[in-house]
């Protein structure tokens, strides 16, 4: 059974920036609200981006202890960083629903997957290393459970050092199941065994996985650099299911079987809920674990991925830029580095395995006809109606273009 829980934090400094870029680039359809004193303060106020006159020093010295109280703000008071949020970003009159969806069909485009997975150079990992470390990022309810056995098995018999909660040793211990960062500290003998692990997997956050490559897998090690360290080298797995599917599973196992929800708040299966409840009860619930259920990889790949609130309404027109911010983290990085399974699709998600990661495919289960599914949960799937699955289409729109996507990044993968 995995656990989940994120911590939660808001990325602040990706979030002003392109508000600030917009105030700075004003649009010349916009200068006819501007009066003639104010269109002479900007002309000499600005230029290419910078501010320039006393004017605009004037502005700046005012400025800039506006946005430090915001964030201050922000970081210590939660209700209130909701609030900011949304208003830094209110300025969506001319912002479609999905603003990015041409960005996403430029890089799910087949040709487009071909070149990047032969630039970045996806091949076969014969045997994980410190300098070439394997991760599998577990997306919660695609199956992962069951390929954290598979993988723990497939570490030991090579004798690799693997950090997999619930299954490695820390110490005399087991792993903690609610572990969603891989190690952060500089010092190896620090690390649970001592050792420095190549082989990893669970709930882990994209960005905590950069930093360990940092520190353990890059050449120097624990050097301090006045420049960026080379490419990381490494091969990662992740699981993509159906977003509907997905959703509907994590709803059914997380807030009714594994919350108790059933009982306290008189909730029963996901199917039972009415179409104009759907985005209130998908938006705001949270797991005992502290996750809601929409945009699962958006939460492990992006930036954004410890910031429950924001995940959860990425569907938002006001959240808008930062939707496209997110999706194009996670494709990229996708693409970047990782073989691509699909919950529906076993049998191309196991010749992908035994293509790129030799290691792992002898401790894969015969398929069955459909996923593998160690927790499918003991609560009734029920059958949506079409209103249902419109709400839930609307909420998983983002989710569901990076699906599409990752399928057409496995046909390329297995050809």
């Excluded at 201050?72 to 960083?81: G, I, N, Q």
């Excluded at 649970?192 to 960005?207: R, S």
Aim: hydrophobic share 35%.
């Amino acid at each position: 059974m995995m656990h989940s829980q994120a911590e939660m934090s808001v990325p602040i400094t990706a979030l002003p920036v392109a508000r600030i870029e917009r105030l700075e680039k004003i649009p010349s359809d916009d200068c006819d609200e501007l009066s003639a004193s104010d269109h002479r303060s900007h002309a000499s106020g600005i230029h290419n981006g910078v501010l320039r006159s006393r004017t605009g020093k004037r502005v700046l010295s005012l400025v800039v202890p506006l946005i430090l109280t915001g964030i201050a703000m922000m970081v210590y008071m939660p209700e209130v960083r909701k609030g900011v949020v949304l208003s830094m970003l209110r300025d969506t009159d001319n912002i479609s629903r999905h603003p990015h969806q041409a960005s996403i069909e430029s890089h799910t485009a087949e040709p487009n997957f071909s070149q990047q997975v032969n630039l970045q150079g996806i091949y076969p990992l014969l045997a994980p290393s410190v300098e070439r470390p394997f991760i599998f990022f577990h997306q919660r309810k695609c199956g992962g459970t069951t390929l954290r056995t598979q993988l723990y098995a497939a570490a030991k018999n090579i004798s690799a050092e693997s950090f997999i909660p619930c299954f490695s040793a820390h110490g005399r211990e087991t792993l903690d199941c609610e572990t969603y960062y891989t190690p952060q500290i500089s010092n190896p003998a620090l690390l649970p065994n001592g050792k420095v692990p190549i082989v990893y997997g669970g709930h882990f956050y994209y960005p905590s996985f950069q930093r360990t490559i940092y520190l353990f897998h890059n050449d120097p090690h624990n050097v301090a650099l006045v420049q960026p360290p080379p490419t990381a080298d490494f091969t990662c797995l992740t699981i993509f299911r159906e977003p509907t599917a997905r959703i509907q599973s994590c709803w059914n196992f997380r807030m009714v079987e594994h919350n108790n929800l059933r009982e306290e708040n008189n909730v029963t299966e996901f199917a039972s809920i009415p179409a104009i409840h759907m985005r209130q009860n998908l938006t705001t619930a949270m797991s005992s674990y502290g996750e809601g259920c929409l945009n699962e990889p958006m939460r492990i790949f992006s930036d954004y991925g410890n910031d429950e609130f924001i995940v959860n309404h990425l569907h938002e027109p006001n959240l808008a830029n930062v939707a496209n911010h997110a999706t194009e983290q996670t494709l990229s990085r996708i693409a970047e580095h990782c073989v691509v399974g699909i919950f529906e699709r076993c049998a191309d998600t196991r010749a992908a395995i035994a293509k790129y990661i030799p290691f792992l495919e002898p401790y894969m289960n015969e398929c069955s006809g459909g996923g593998e599914h160690l927790n499918g949960g003991n609560v009734s799937k029920g059958i949506l109606d079409e209103e249902q699955l419109g709400v839930i289409r609307k909420l998983s729109w983002y989710e569901d273009q990076i699906y599409q996507a990752a399928n057409r990044l496995l046909d390329v993968q297995i050809q």
